[in-house]
C-alpha cells in the first residue's frame, strides 16, 4: 500500500500570511503514460465532508480560489495557500489514486496565530 | 446540481447489521461510480471500496472485505452499504463519494468531486 504522510500536524499562520502543507508518498504517483500525478488535495471543515481543492496534484479545482495551489511530482508534493483567509481554517488531506487502495494523509490542521 | 445524500446516524449493538443509503441526483447515476470510504474518530480517511453503477460490480480494500456489502438501486439513484457482525471499531462516520472521474472498467483510480454529508455509526452494547 502506499502511505501517505503530511507535515506538520498543525500549523498556525497570521492572517494575510503563506501556509504551507507538505505530503509525501511512499512510491512515485507519476504515472508514466499520462505524465500526471495521482494526488488530490482536500479540505474538511468541521461537521462537513471533505471539499477537494486540487487534483493531478496541481490543478484547481472549479471554484477554487486562486490562493490554493499545488506543486511537487513524483512522491513529494505542496499545498500553499498564498495569503490565508479566517475561511481557511480547516484540517487538510492529501490523498493518491495511483494505486488501489486509495490511502490519505493523516491530516493537517491550520489555524490563525 | 449534483448531491449525494446519506441516511442519518444510527446506533446499533454489537453484532447487529446497519444498510446505510446513498441517495445521488443532479447527474444520470450510472455515469459515475460509488465510492465509500470510513472516518473513524482520531483516524485518517480509509478507502472502503467501490461499485460500478452499469455492471453492480464492487471492489473491496482488503480490511473491507467479508462484512462489508456495497448494492445499488439504480432505479432510485441510490446506492447502499451494508455492515454485518457489526464491531465497536466500526464506530465511524461513513461517507458515500462520486469519483471525479468516470470509472468504467473494474478500477476506479480518482479523487472524488462529490461526498455525502456522512454517516454516523456508533456500535455500543
Known amino acids: 500500500d502506499i502511505v501517505m504522510t503530511q507535515s506538520p500536524d498543525s500549523l498556525a499562520v497570521s492572517l494575510g500570511e503563506r501556509a504551507t502543507i507538505n505530503c509525501k508518498s511512499t512510491q512515485s504517483l507519476l504515472y508514466s503514460y499520462d505524465n500526471k500525478n495521482y494526488l488530490g488535495w482536500y479540505q474538511q471543515k468541521p461537521g462537513q465532508p471533505p471539499k477537494l481543492l486540487m487534483y493531478?496534484?496541481?490543478t484547481r479545482e472549479s471554484g477554487v480560489p486562486d490562493r490554493f495551489s499545488g506543486s511537487g511530482s513524483g512522491t513529494d508534493f505542496t499545498l500553499t495557500i498564498s495569503s490565508l483567509q479566517a475561511e481557511d481554517v480547516a484540517l487538510y488531506y492529501c490523498q493518491q489514486y495511483y494505486s488501489t487502495p486509495l490511502t490519505f494523509g493523516g491530516g493537517t490542521k491550520v489555524e490563525i496565530k | 446540481q449534483v448531491q449525494l445524500v446519506q441516511s442519518g446516524s444510527e446506533l446499533k449493538k454489537p453484532g447487529a447489521s446497519v444498510k446505510v443509503s446513498c441517495r445521488s441526483s443532479?447527474?444520470?447515476?450510472?455515469?459515475?461510480?460509488v465510492t465509500w470510504v470510513r472516518q473513524a474518530p482520531g483516524q485518517a480517511f480509509e478507502w472502503m471500496g467501490w461499485i460500478n453503477t452499469n455492471t453492480g460490480k464492487s471492489a473491496y480494500a482488503q480490511a473491507f472485505t467479508g462484512r462489508f456489502v456495497f448494492s445499488l438501486d439504480t432505479s432510485v439513484s441510490t446506492a447502499y452499504l451494508q455492515i454485518s457482525s457489526l464491531k465497536p471499531e466500526d464506530t465511524a462516520v461513513y461517507y458515500c463519494?462520486?469519483?471525479?472521474?468516470?470509472?468504467?472498467?473494474?478500477?476506479?483510480?480518482?479523487?472524488?468531486?462529490?461526498w455525502g454529508q456522512g454517516t454516523l455509526l456508533t456500535v455500543s452494547s
Open positions: 443532479g447527474y444520470t447515476f450510472t455515469d459515475y461510480a
Open positions: 493531478w496534484a496541481s
Open positions: 463519494t462520486r469519483p471525479r472521474r468516470s470509472c468504467p472498467g473494474d478500477t476506479c483510480y480518482s479523487d472524488f468531486d462529490y
